[in-house]
Each structure stands twice: as structure tokens, then as C-alpha cells.
């Protein structure tokens, strides 16, 4: 079965992040940008379905500015077939990526689709579910497993719980939660290899998407700041400030 698997280009997990100072947003000015990492547990799972015999072919695709593409070759480094870069310097929502995704589905007819539960830039976690409503198929969100039975595939989802079990029928989106497995890092010789993987540039424009923000952001700011703890000496102290925590709130 054919696989596709979405990827997106935010600011490593390592970074701190900085807000802008006129509040528009989070600034990524020379800061290291990577593949989402539930993203990278999607590409993941699609190599370890090629390798079982079960993929037939995985192709990443992303919706991203021109560096993206960087983004894609890492997915390629990994194991995946070939690379689709849909072109736009738009912050896109969710609702967008979701149409857009629809439209290279339409296209390429896989019988698989990995997304990862969220993007952690926005935490938005509604790409898979709005992508699934679009389409019309079955949807298994968060999963901490997956596994392929026919023509159906039995997941199971990270609940507030415990865990679901559920059986889904193909074609079906599939949105992935870091327990699934661990990625593998590409080696120096796939790195290099993926460099003349096929990676095609399309536009949302192309596919007849329409990209344009629904939503008007109106300002960023960075968390508040926790005040300093205080150090007591005795129980007594500790139960007297404790009282006057609660007298003064
Ligand atoms: P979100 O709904 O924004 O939290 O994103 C959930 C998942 O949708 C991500 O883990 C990706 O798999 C996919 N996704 C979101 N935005 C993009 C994008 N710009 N390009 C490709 N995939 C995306």
C-alpha cells in the first residue's frame, strides 16, 4: 500500500523560544528549525511498514516556505520514497494544510496517511481530525499503536483513561503520539543518498487551494514568569506562610 506521511518544518524542541517584540509572533531569526518530532515518529512508522513488506512506497510531503525542503530530505534520509514541497510563505492553519494535504491525496490515492497528533509550534492538534472530516474517512488519533490486518488496520489511541483499541478501514488518517517508537537517525550514506531522491515543488494555487489565514492573530506572548520560591525552617513556618497564602487570595 502506498503511504503518505506530513511533515512540518517548526523550531527544534531544544530551542527557547523568543517572542517578537512587537508581539506579532515567535521569532525564528537564526534559530535551528527541524522536523516536528511526532512527525518524525510518522516517518518512522512508514519506513518500519516498508521494511515489513506492508508499504509499497512512502512519500513526505510538506507546506512550507523553500526551506522545507529540508524538512523533506530528512524524511527522505530516513527511508522515504519521494518528496512533494507544496511551495507558500504563508503561516498556514491548520484548516489549509488539511485542504491542501486533500488535494495531493486526491492525487496520489494512498491507502495510508500518518500526521503527527500536533505541530509543537501551534499545539493546534486538528490537522488529522479536520483532514479525516474533508475526506470522509476513518480517523485513529495519538496512536501508541499500529498495526495492519487486511485491509484494516487495529490502532490504539492515547487516552485520558488508559488506551482505546479501535479497527479502522482503509484508506484511513493516522495521527501518531511519541510512544509509538523510537526514530531511527539517518545515517552519513542515506543522507547523502537522499539528495537525489524526487522531490517535487507544486503551489497551493496549483492544487486550487486557497490558503489564506481564516484567523487574525492578535498578539504573542511569552508565558508569565514564576515568582521565586521561598525557603522555610520549621513545619510552623511553613504552615503559617501556607495560612497567609490563603488569607491574602
Ligand atoms: P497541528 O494540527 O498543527 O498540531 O499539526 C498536526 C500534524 O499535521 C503535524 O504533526 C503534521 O503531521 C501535519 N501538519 C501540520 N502542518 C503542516 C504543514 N505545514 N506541512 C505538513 N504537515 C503539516
Redesign the pocket.
Known amino acids: 500500500m502506498k503511504v503518505l506521511v506530513?511533515?512540518?518544518r517548526v523550531v527544534d524542541f531544544n530551542v527557547n523560544i523568543r517572542v517578537k517584540s512587537d508581539q506579532t509572533g515567535v521569532d525564528t531569526n537564526n534559530v535551528k528549525m527541524s522536523i516536528?518530532p511526532?512527525?518524525e515518529v510518522?516517518v518512522e512508522q512508514a519506513v518500519r511498514l516498508k521494511e515489513a513488506g506492508i508499504a509499497s512506497e512512502i512519500i513526505v510531503?510538506?507546506?512550507?516556505p523553500e526551506k522545507?525542503s529540508e524538512t523533506l530530505r530528512t524524511g527522505l534520509a530516513v527511508g522515504a520514497d519521494r518528496a512533494i514541497l507544496v511551495h507558500t510563505d504563508v503561516v498556514?492553519e491548520?484548516l489549509a494544510?488539511a485542504k491542501v494535504?486533500r488535494a495531493v491525496i486526491d492525487q496520489e490515492k494512498p491507502s495510508l496517511v500518518l500526521?503527527?497528533?500536533?505541530?509543537i509550534d501551534?499545539?493546534?492538534?486538528?490537522?488529522?481530525q479536520m483532514l479525516a472530516g474533508l475526506l470522509g474517512w476513518a480517523q485513529g488519533t495519538s496512536l501508541s499503536g499500529l498495526v495492519t490486518e487486511g485491509q484494516k488496520l487495529k490502532v490504539t489511541r492515547e487516552i485520558d483513561t488508559g488506551t482505546q483499541e479501535l479497527a479502522l478501514s482503509l484508506p484511513a488518517i493516522a495521527?501518531v503520539d511519541l510512544r509509538l517508537n523510537d526514530p531511527r537517525h539517518p545515517s552519513l550514506p542515506n543522507i547523502m543518498k537522499a539528495k537525489k531522491k524526487p522531490l517535487d515543488t507544486v503551489t497551493p494555487e496549483s492544487l486550487g487551494v486557497d490558503v489564506a489565514p481564516r484567523m487574525t492573530v492578535l498578539k504573542v506572548l511569552p508565558p508569565e514568569q514564576r515568582q521565586a520560591g521561598k525557603m522555610v525552617a520549621t513545619v510552623a513556618e511553613l504552615a503559617a506562610e501556607m495560612k497567609l497564602a490563603l488569607e491574602t487570595h
Do not use: I, Y
Not at 510531503?61 to 512550507?64: K, L, Q
Not at 500526521?115 to 505541530?119: D, I, R
Open positions: 506530513a511533515v512540518k516536528n511526532f512527525d510518522a510531503v510538506s507546506v512550507g522545507a498556514t491548520p494544510v494535504l500526521l503527527g497528533k500536533q505541530a501551534d499545539d493546534c492538534n486538528q490537522t488529522g495521527t
